[in-house]
């Protein structure tokens, strides 16, 4: 049955990448020479981007000191309510500059070229691991009040491009943003940034409500793909999974651009 669909899905996603026989010339965005790559970075510039060299299979935190081990001591002790996190790159430069530019300057073909990277992990991850993939792709949303600052939200823009060649569904009616925090990075401790977080995710009813002249049922998916730009000590996606998982979604897995430090 997994076998059948994940066949079905491959046959899908190659179709998908297909379109990207087709390369026109464009700049890298760091080196600025022409490239003939898919996105605007060439193989060279990709080759030296600081990447994770030893995650934890669950929350993708790189383990410190020589000794390899899969799990890191805190997933061990007291597992996320996601069933992993993965991140294309690391938080350094010139990710994290690149990251920015995206972000606050509207610098499109940036974030085009990144999730391209995290897509092509993506497919090979649950390509090679027989996983099952997700249902649904969903963004972090942002709360309407930082959405109209900023005109968009980055971790859907990363999830047009995952869904565009995955075929994935984008399923942006299920999680909401209710209320306005401030930004993660301005609460330092961990136990300032759980408390910034508390309530702030709701997940749409699943449930038709036939009192509401509005009624609307939206569908929970089994298996999540929760998208976002950068996870940093990974408590807005857990927080976030934890709601979805409440919500009656069996499995939620965290994908992100870069992973920060804490
Ligand atoms: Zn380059
Ligand atoms: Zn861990």
Not at 94 to 103: A, D, E, G, H
Not at 183 to 203: C, D, E, G, I, W
């Amino acid at each position: 049955m997994f076998r059948k669909r994940n066949l079905q899905i491959t046959q899908r996603i190659l179709r998908g990448l297909s379109g990207f026989l087709e390369f026109v010339p464009t700049q890298c965005i760091l080196c600025r020479r022409t490239t003939y790559a898919p996105v605007s970075l060439c193989a060279g510039c990709v080759a030296e981007l600081p990447v994770p060299l030893h995650p934890c299979a669950i929350c993708g935190e790189e383990i410190p000191g020589t000794l390899y081990s899969i799990f890191c001591s805190r997933c061990l002790t007291q597992p996320p309510p996601f069933a992993l996190c993965r991140s294309a790159l690391l938080y350094q430069p010139p990710v994290n500059r690149l990251i920015t530019s995206f972000k606050f300057s509207a610098r499109f073909e940036i974030g085009k070229a990144l999730s391209y990277l995290l897509c092509k992990q993506f497919i090979a991850h649950y390509n090679e691991l027989d996983a099952g993939f997700p249902n649904a792709l969903v963004p972090v949303p942002l709360h309407n009040k930082r959405l109209q600052q900023r005109g968009f939200n980055q971790a859907l823009e990363i999830c047009k491009v995952l869904a565009g060649h995955s075929r994935i569904k984008l399923q942006c009616d299920l999680l909401f943003r209710c209320r306005h925090t401030a930004p993660q990075s301005k609460a330092t401790s961990l136990a300032a940034r759980r408390k910034n977080l508390h309530s702030a995710f709701r997940v749409a009813a699943s449930r038709t409500d036939t009192h509401s002249r509005n009624a609307q049922t939206t569908t929970i998916p089994e298996h999540i793909a929760l998208v976002d730009d950068v996870v940093t000590t990974g408590s807005t996606v857990a927080e976030a999974a934890m709601m979805l998982r409440r919500a009656g979604v069996q499995q939620v897995d965290v994908w992100c651009l870069a992973r920060a430090n804490r």
